[in-house]
Each structure stands twice: as C-alpha cells, then as structure tokens.
Nanobody, 119 residues
Framework: QVQLVESGGGLVQPGGSLRLSCAAS????????MGWYRQAPGKQRELVAL??????NYAEFVKGRFAIFRDNAKNTVSLQMNSLKPEDTAVYYC??????????????WGQGTLVTVSS
C-alpha cells in the first residue's frame, strides 16, 4: 500500500559529501514524521535526523554536518551529508510515520542504502 524508495548512497572519501533521497508513494493521506536512521555493522540502528511539524531533530554526532530536507508536496525527504567521516559508514534507512487514505496509522521503512566513507 505504501512504498519508500531510497537513492543516493555510495562510496565517498573522508571529508566528502553525499545526498540521500527518499520518496513515499501509495495510499497516503498525510505524513507526520519523516526521518533517517542508520545501522553500522555489528551495531544497533540509530536515529540520524527527523522532521515533524516543521521542526527537525539531529543526533549529536551529525549536528553541523548533516541537514534534513522535506518536500511535503512530493512526499520526499532528503539527507544532505557533508564532512563525512569513516564512522558514518552504515546502511541508511528512510522512515516515515503516516496516515493511510483508508484510515489507520502506519510506520514504513525504506529498503536501506549503503554509505561507505573510505579513502
């Protein structure tokens, strides 16, 4: 009923930049929260950034380096990542909390996109 499609991952050198994008489609009435999480090998999934009601929240380890952008008209969310570090290497997941056209709330995850920061 609802699908998230992510793009933009890849290999980048330390200090470089990448932009991740996520597009939501399907039986969507409204979207409340859009965000990004990441999971590094052997570690738990952790919040990177989210946006809700015009406000944004960032994990401490990305403040000043990453920025989240949301386009409500297109149901998309992007994550601009600058000054990337090797420890930013992880699979990044888009996450959305929404209301369905047919009623009901749903939390949806993207398939994940790999970001590798290495020289």
């Amino acid at each position: 009923q609802v699908q998230l499609v992510e793009s933009g991952g890849g290999l980048v050198q330390p200090g470089g930049s990448l932009r991740l994008s996520c597009a939501a489609s399907g039986s969507i009435f409204s979207i409340n929260v859009m965000g990004w999480y990441r999971q590094a090998p052997g570690k738990q999934r952790e919040l990177v950034a989210l946006t809700s009601g015009g406000r944004t929240n960032y994990a401490e380890f990305v403040k000043g380096r990453f920025a989240i952008f949301r386009d409500n008209a297109k149901n998309t969310v992007s994550l601009q990542m600058n000054s990337l570090k090797p420890e930013d290497t992880a699979v990044y997941y888009c996450n959305v909390h929404l209301k369905l056209l047919q009623g009901g709330d749903r939390e949806v995850w993207g398939q994940g996109t790999l970001v590798t920061v290495s020289s």
